[in-house]
């Protein structure tokens, strides 16, 4: 007879177990592409293939840091990424705040219409912002970038922001009115402290998307010094056809700065995406 | 959805007429960056997606030939067998991705001590790109090089990759690959809500773990079940990147899904007329998803 207690050792022992399984195959890819970025060229070509890499090199990377890669590519990530996440937060903050303490007439039916822009699909609007960029003279610039990733940022973070101003308490402020202030130093002085947790989420969920950005970045931009990483990397395919080793470090490359970026922010990353996508 | 229950008070209107009418009018102010910004990124190009589908480029000039375009990819096979891939894509990835998100989140509900652990390493596919993603997943199936076809050979007997199933079998599992974390995320928050007590007072009452499951658990976190299955058909309906960075469509058109049928006729063959016309019909699946999301948001509030 097994007690109580050891069966619920035996249980917890399993599920982690059964966790810890799931976890090594989910990490598997992952860790195979950083293993053949160590690869030589000769070894990624072995059949049948390794894991390991048999003899560990950075020829690989020795090789991305040659390349456009490094020299346009990733910075134009960094530039479009930043920028738009700069630009997002706080004119979806403003808007928030708005669709927080505000009423007037057709003010819920605006915020229903501006979540319901989060629901066309982003290939839908690609022709049209191709022609209007292809009309102002921009395709193939950041600003093009910028001006698409903040559009499609906008409705996500408004609404990430919104719930955030929900949970702040109105009495703060109006406390402050009440002594004077205007609504806008009210705002700038005491909300937006309180606040900034929330916007900081805005900020984040969006350098990560638009880092990973692909289609619009690949339907307007041709010129190699505006390319983004997503982009760049089938540039760099057919660059470097067979030789795996310097494609997979171009991969590792373009994932670690959104990966260690998860990784320092994941409490407000993890909250920021249930927030957006369940409470209503 | 919840709104501020009441608007804010304001308990000293602003001296002046001028002060006055800007105090009133403050809060549009603050709407108007986001709202133009809006308008010219998102409601404009919508409205003139909905144009260019009645148009067709013929000699160089666009001019408006009513439905022409969906009567050419109505009669098309290609528009059906992209519409059957969708199908089958979807239905494969919602299934698996829930049956498996559903999984994981009751095992990590057991309050795991080391679940912030597990979390982590369950969303780093999620945060990467679909590009990289992609070709993670082309490189482990490629012939002969590929590790996980060569782990699968004998089981198979085929390079999976040239083959339309296995083709369809990759897709989809790179794509569960990557959304499973979220999935997880979703439904572990739901879980969280049920209160122990109810599930363990009806296993005291003599319930097996599935009927507490079945009759007790998923009855109380329905609401937030059908919002995660609609997030990821909607997810589901319009990828593109996974498919074009590991097979791209083929082969023989075998991954060919909506998204990418749209994306191939307006950029790989210019047909913009045709690329809009497709956008439309996965425009309507789209906002009747989106119906019922809201719809279920409403009423679970």
């Known amino acids: ?135 102002l003279q921009l395709l193939s610039t950041n600003t093009a970038m910028i001006a698409v990733y903040v559009g499609g940022g906008l409705p996500f973070s408004i609404w990430i922001t919104k719930s955030f101003f929900d949970s702040i308490p109105r009495e703060l402020e109006e406390a402050a009115l009440i002594d004077g202030a205007t609504p806008l130093s009210a705002l700038w002085r005491i909300v937006v402290p309180l606040a900034m947790p929330g916007l900081f989420a805005a900020f984040l969920l969006n350098f990560v998307d638009t880092w990973n950005e692909f289609l619009a970045a690949v339907v307007l931009l041709s010129r190699v010094d505006t390319k983004t990483a997503t982009v760049g990397l089938l540039d760099f395919q057919s660059q470097f056809e067979v030789a795996y080793h310097v494609q997979a470090a171009g991969c590792v490359m373009i994932a670690l700065p959104v990966v260690v970026l998860f990784l320092l922010t994941r409490k407000i990353f993890f909250q920021a995406m249930l927030e957006g996508s369940l409470k209503g | 959805m919840k709104i501020a229950d009441r608007p804010l008070a304001v308990p000293q209107p602003a001296r002046g007429r001028l002060a006055r009418s800007l105090q009133r009018s403050l809060p549009l102010w603050l709407l108007l960056p986001a709202l133009l910004i809006l308008l010219v990124i998102q409601v404009y190009p919508s409205f003139y997606s909905i144009y260019l589908a009645f148009q067709r480029r013929q000699a160089g000039v666009e001019s408006f030939v009513g439905l022409r375009n969906f009567e050419i990819l109505l009669r098309s096979a290609d528009l059906w067998e992209s519409m059957r891939n969708t199908l089958v894509y979807t239905c494969f990835y919602l299934v698996i991705t829930m049956v498996l998100g559903f999984g994981l989140a009751l095992l990590l509900n057991r309050r795991v001590r080391l679940t912030p652990l597990y979390m982590v390493l369950l ?156 956008a439309m019909i996965m425009f309507a699946l789209n906002i009747i998803l989106t119906i019922v999301y809201l719809r279920t948001l409403r009423a679970e509030v």
């Open chain 2, 123 to 278: 969303f780093i596919p999620w945060v990467l790109s679909d590009v990289v993603a992609g070709t993670i997943w082309r490189w482990m199936f490629i012939r002969d090089y590929g590790i996980l076809q060569e782990l699968l050979q004998p089981l198979v007997q085929r390079t999976l990759l040239a083959d339309p199933v296995g083709a369809m079998a990759i897709v989809i599992a790179s794509s569960v690959w990557r959304s499973l974390a979220f999935a997880t995320l979703l439904l572990l928050a739901a879980l969280q809500l049920v209160p122990r007590e109810v599930q363990e007072s009806a296993a005291i009452d003599g319930a097996t773990p599935g009927q507490v499951f079945w009759h007790v658990t998923l009855p109380l976190i329905q609401a937030q079940v059908l919002v995660t299955v609609l997030l990821l058909s909607i997810r589901a309906i319009n990828s593109v990147g996974l498919i074009l960075a590991i097979t791209a469509g083929g082969p023989v058109r075998a991954t060919n899904t909506l998204g990418f049928f749209l994306y191939q006729e307006a950029w790989k063959f210019g047909d913009f007329g045709l690329g809009a016309a497709i």
């Open chain 1, 1 to 135: 007879m097994v007690t109580a207690p050891t069966r619920k050792r035996l249980d917890m022992w399993l599920t982690n177990a059964m966790l810890m399984l799931f976890c090594a195959l989910m990490i598997f890819p992952v860790l195979y592409i950083v293993m053949t970025s160590f690869k030589t060229r000769g070894d990624v070509l072995t059949s049948p293939p390794t894991f390991f890499p048999p003899v560990w090199s950075l020829d690989g990377y020795q090789q991305v840091f040659r390349s456009n890669m490094l020299r346009y590519y990733i910075p134009n990530s960094f530039i479009n990424s930043l920028l738009s996440s700069l630009l997002v937060m706080p004119i979806a903050g403003l808007a928030g705040y708005v669709f927080s303490r505000y009423r007037f007439r057709g003010s819920r039916a605006l915020l229903l219409a501006i979540l319901g822009i989060m629901m066309i699909p982003g290939l839908t609007n690609l022709i049209p912002l191709y022609r209007m960029a292809s009309d």
